[in-house]
């Protein structure tokens, strides 16, 4: 190792407001408090295979807090251990040459489980490395948030509120669907916030029958219009996800579609007129709100210090309102999803929201009352 802390910076998956504010935590961090050299790699694991990497100083990471995006760019098909640009060839080995190449003395990985896994597995062959936790999804095991969260649930809310006042000047049930593969938790938050009359998220399979009797209640009772938030993952009980076809470049299947299929799954059985709206990568983008400018600015610099302190092969974690971390080794290949005795999932319940589950109240598990809002 070089003298001076040379430390490469990445972003992988898929797009998420703050990153920026993390690339701009991690290098203003390094660069003042250790005099560090920061290098970039360009679109996350892409550029660690291709060879694609810039000096970040202190003024190519000034300016950029607010911004949606990424300025190193991002790639959520770059795999070192699988590479479909060479015949899903493992070039991990020529990865792993160029980072000693560039004298570096760890890289900081910013991104979701797929990113978390890979940087795992480079762990594992010698690259000495961080973790920040980032998607919207808030799934990654280990951490009670992940950034970008807030930012997509605002989002999503705000869509609601604005096709809620559509749904009832037309007296329609309006179907939103939102984000979330295998974990509904913006589904379940932006369906909270939103008041949302039915939310559906992957973990509870939902019957189509009790999503049709809260339609038809609520048009014999007066109410004129349903809400239905759904996650893109949901899926009728015995029934499979809604899938689009293929699978993209990095072998990944590609979910969406249930919004319409419940839409059709509903005609047959209510009066109402049905609309669906697919939020899709809406969510993604425009500049973070301001607790994931924060959130990502504690990250990234608590990052910054995990790399000085060569505490290496883990990721940072926020639990109980504290910064900490995790290893690697505990975050990858796992989805943190909603358990059944989530406080939101109570409350939701408790106001009246149907969660297509009959009696599903009756199954909470828990004292509510030791409950903490995760």
């Not at 399979?205 to 996650?231: K, L, M, S, W």
């Amino acid at each position: 190792m070089s003298s001076v802390l040379r430390v490469g910076l990445l972003t992988g998956g898929g797009d998420c407001p703050g990153l920026n504010a993390v690339i701009r935590a991690v290098s203003k961090s390094l660069i003042l408090q250790h005099r560090a050299q920061i290098v970039g790699f360009e679109n996350g694991y892409e550029g660690l295979i291709k060879q694609r990497s810039r000096r970040l100083e202190y003024a190519d990471v000034s300016g950029i807090l607010t911004l949606g995006g990424t300025v190193l760019g991002t790639s959520n098909t770059a795999n070192p251990f699988r590479y479909y640009g060479r015949g899903d060839a493992d070039v991990s080995r020529s990865v792993l040459q160029y980072y000693h190449q560039l004298g570096l003395d760890a890289v900081v990985a910013i991104g979701g489980d797929g990113t978390m896994s890979i940087l795992h597995q480079l762990q594992e062959i010698g690259l000495q490395c961080v973790g920040v936790p980032k998607t919207i999804d808030n799934d990654l095991v280990g951490t009670d948030r992940t950034f970008g969260f807030d930012t997509a649930v605002s989002i999503a809310a705000d869509a609601i509120d604005r096709l809620q006042s559509t749904a009832q000047a037309h007296s329609r049930v309006m179907i939103i669907e939102t984000m979330g593969r295998h974990a509904g938790w913006i589904a379940l938050y932006a369906g909270v916030a939103g008041a949302s009359d039915i939310i559906l998220i992957p973990e509870l399979p939902y019957d189509i029958d009790e999503v049709a009797r809260v339609c038809r209640e609520r048009e014999i009772g007066g109410q004129n219009f349903t809400i239905i938030t759904v996650a893109e993952g949901a899926r009728a009980a015995g029934g499979d996800s809604a899938m689009l076809e293929g699978t993209d470049r990095g072998g990944n299947l590609r979910f969406g579609g249930i919004g319409h299929l419940l839409q059709e799954q509903l005609s047959t059985r209510i009066r109402s007129q049905l609309r669906t709206s697919i939020l899709g990568h809406v969510q993604r983008g425009g500049t973070p709100t301001a607790f994931d400018r924060t959130l990502a600015t504690a990250f990234g610099s608590y990052a910054a210090a995990m790399v000085a302190d060569k505490q290496f092969g883990r990721m940072v974690t926020l639990h109980n309102n504290q910064l900490g971390s995790i290893s690697l080794s505990e975050v990858a290949n796992r989805t943190r999803t909603v358990p059944v005795d989530s406080p939101m999932l109570a409350a939701a319940i408790a106001v009246g929201t149907s969660v297509g589950v009959k009696d599903f109240d009756l199954r909470m598990q828990g004292d509510i009352e030791t409950r903490a809002v995760t």
